[in-house]
T-cell receptor, first 113, second 112 residues
Framework: GESVGLHLPTLSVQEGDNSIINCAYS??????FIWYKQESGKGPQFIID?????DKRQGQRVTVLLNKTVKHLSLQIAATQPGDSAVYFC????????????FGAGTRLFVKA | NAGVTQTPKFQVLKTGQSMTLQCAQD?????MSWYRQDPGMGLRLIHY???????DQGEVPNGYNVSRSTTEDFPLRLLSAAPSQTSVYFC???????????FGSGTQLSVL
């Protein structure tokens, strides 16, 4: 509920600006990456995914960039809207030690009208 | 389609009690998983299953058991509840391994 994300890093942007949310992943063997959006009191919702054979993928108003050299993932949101305010999580899945999807700590995005 | 259904939505337990959190999906998904989410932290994987009859441990499996007797259902059992298990629990499923997860609406559990 409301207590989720109390201590998360926060990104504050003006409505209409572009947002960039970053994520460092831990497992060099991970080959599938996803971004999720979580609104207060709800379960995470899928935004966009990317596999390790790509370095960029675009969706509607969102772009994910993958840099395997430095194990970095980013989510770009174009023309950010108040409805984009939420907590954003990256997640990674690899093959070693089983098919575990591991989530990052999350970033809270706050959009100012 | 209902998607991923979790019951109950809220639960209060006393230390030492046991209970089962229910999770069902109607999408014929192979992969199912349980996460817990604590304030200020991301989701941590408890257990997961790649198909009926197959389960494996996640990041934080201690104190929890799972079974997957059917494709649709993946219950999570708390054997002897502890205050450290106070959290929000999410069940998720995907068509196959390494595909997008669909999440349930969560169970808020308090252990006193």
């Amino acid at each position: 509920g409301e207590s989720v994300g109390l201590h998360l890093p926060t990104l504050s942007v003006q409505e209409g600006d572009n947002s960039i949310i970053n994520c460092a992943y831990s497992n060099s063997a991970s080959d599938y990456f996803i971004w999720y959006k979580q609104e207060s009191g709800k379960g995470p919702q899928f935004i966009i995914d990317i596999r390790s054979n790509m370095d960029k993928r675009q969706g509607q108003r969102v772009t994910v960039l993958l840099n395997k050299t430095v194990k970095h993932l980013s989510l770009q949101i174009a023309a950010t809207q108040p409805g984009d305010s939420a907590v954003y999580f990256c997640a990674e899945t690899g093959n070693t030690g089983g098919f575990k999807t591991i989530f990052g700590a999350g970033t809270r995005l706050f959009v100012k009208a | 389609n209902a998607g991923v259904t979790q019951t109950p939505k809220f639960q209060v337990l006393k230390t030492g009690q046991s209970m089962t959190l229910q999770c069902a999906q109607d999408m014929n998904h192979e992969y199912m998983s349980w996460y817990r989410q604590d304030p200020g932290m991301g989701l941590r994987l408890i257990h997961y299953s790649v198909g009926a009859g197959i389960t494996d441990q996640g990041e934080v499996p201690n104190g929890y058991n799972v079974s997957r007797s059917t494709t649709e259902d993946f219950p999570l059992r708390l054997l002897s509840a502890a205050p450290s298990q106070t959290s929000v629990y999410f069940c998720a499923s995907s068509q196959r391994v390494k595909e997008k997860l669909f999440f349930g609406s969560g169970t808020q559990l308090s252990v006193l």
